[in-house]
Nanobody
């Protein structure tokens, strides 16, 4: 059973930066599709950024140019670098994984039902 553990959440002022990490057990990171989602109370979970086994990335329009998703296969960790944060970025952030069915997962989607494994979440609060 693969487990995901997020870290790096916290509070920051608008315009600041934070870096989230998500450590995965096993060898999931190198072959899986991975993504970051966020959710605020009363709203649906929103896909923020995704990365596939080859490192191809995709982003939600709301974060393009400000957030960068990356991974380090050697330490089985997914990252989300968040710059120029705004109060609208305040949310609980979750990492998610879709393990490869064969050799590797390609084309990470930003749809939550596509993913099979989820972390517990880490809170980001951006104050104005």
């Amino acid at each position: 059973q693969v487990h995901l553990v997020e870290s790096g959440g916290g509070s920051v002022q608008a315009g600041g930066s934070l870096r989230l990490s998500c450590t995965a057990s096993g060898n999931t990171v190198s072959t899986a599709c991975l993504a970051w989602f966020r959710q605020t109370p009363g709203k649906e979970r929103e896909g923020v950024a995704g990365i596939d086994a080859l490192g191809d990335q995709r982003y939600a329009d709301s974060v393009k140019g400000r957030f960068t998703i990356s991974k380090d296969n050697a330490v089985s960790t997914l990252f989300l670098q968040m710059d120029r944060l705004t109060p609208e970025d305040t949310a609980m952030y979750y990492c998610a994984a879709k393990p490869a069915k064969f050799s590797r997962c390609l084309g990470a989607q930003l749809v939550d039902i596509w993913y099979e494994i989820w972390g517990q979440g880490t809170q980001i609060t951006v104050s104005s």
